[in-house]
């Protein structure tokens, strides 16, 4: 594995932290929840910033040190899928996304995986597209703001919540109709091989 290979990794490694540190210390059917909750805010955050970081550090590392390949093209957007699926399904549990929402965005990601693995049976590895760069930027502001609603929920601050609640829901949508487009573009890039 190369540099960048390994950042990538990272987020394999903290996509399950982070649903750990965002649920169990609210599992209160468990009995292992209570007390005091609020330090989960600033470890979600920095596990929030480090993913997100570390998914623009990657491509930027494989460059510079001319390390892309045909497996990191496939790693980046997995590893990707999987961190983001993870912040969404929190999110979802916290009544933040929209079942309906999180569906379509699961749907296309699997879409998505489904087309390169036919790519490659063409001998072609289908890396990211500048619609497919957009739909993550889209991806990332979404569960920023998401995950700000979450923090103002955690802390109580309810009347913030609530307005963040519904911002994140508006940009969810936008997301889903960006990543539809996307596909629509990969989709089209199929067909044409």
Same mark, same amino acid.
């Given at each position: 594995?190369?540099?960048?290979? *390994?950042?990538?990794?990272?987020?394999?490694?903290?996509?399950?932290?982070?649903?750990?540190?965002?649920?169990?210390?609210?599992?209160?059917?468990?009995?292992?929840?209570?007390?005091?909750?609020?330090?989960?805010?600033?470890?979600?955050?920095?596990?929030?910033?480090?993913?997100?970081?570390?998914?623009?550090? !990657?491509? *930027?590392?494989?460059?510079?040190?001319?390390?892309?390949? !045909?497996? #990191?093209?496939?790693? !980046?957007?997995?590893?990707?899928?999987? @961190?983001?699926?993870?912040?969404?399904?929190?999110?979802?549990?916290?009544?933040?996304?929209? #079942? @309906?929402?999180?569906?379509?965005?699961?749907?296309?990601?699997?879409?998505?995986?489904?087309?390169?693995?036919?790519? /490659?049976? *063409?001998?072609?590895?289908?890396?990211?597209?500048?619609?497919?760069?957009?739909?993550?930027?889209?991806? /990332?502001?979404?569960?920023?703001?998401?995950?700000?609603?979450?923090?103002?929920?955690?802390?109580?601050?309810?009347? #913030?919540?609530?307005?963040?609640? /519904?911002?994140?829901?508006?940009?969810?949508?936008?997301?889903? @109709?960006?990543?539809?487009?996307?596909?629509?573009?990969?989709?089209?890039?199929?067909?044409?091989?």
């Amino acid at each position: 594995m190369t540099l960048a290979d *390994k950042v990538t990794a990272l987020r394999l490694v903290l996509a399950p932290i982070f649903f750990g540190v965002y649920v169990f210390p609210y599992q209160k059917a468990t009995g292992l929840a209570g007390g005091d909750c609020k330090w989960v805010v600033p470890v979600l955050w920095g596990l929030f910033i480090l993913s997100e970081f570390s998914d623009l550090a !990657d491509g *930027k590392i494989a460059r510079s040190r001319k390390e892309v390949s !045909d497996f #990191g093209k496939l790693f !980046d957007p997995f590893a990707d899928v999987l @961190v983001r699926i993870t912040y969404f399904l929190c999110f979802v549990l916290d009544g933040i996304l929209p #079942g @309906v929402l999180f569906l379509a965005i699961l749907y296309r990601e699997i879409g998505i995986q489904f087309l390169r693995n036919l790519m /490659m049976k *063409k001998g072609v590895v289908m890396g990211a597209r500048k619609g497919g760069k957009i739909k993550a930027v889209a991806y /990332m502001i979404a569960g920023a703001v998401a995950l700000l609603a979450a923090s103002a929920q955690r802390l109580g601050l309810d009347g #913030g919540f609530e307005l963040l609640r /519904m911002g994140a829901r508006i940009i969810f949508g936008i997301s889903v @109709v960006i990543s539809a487009i996307s596909f629509a573009d990969y989709l089209m890039l199929y067909k044409k091989r």
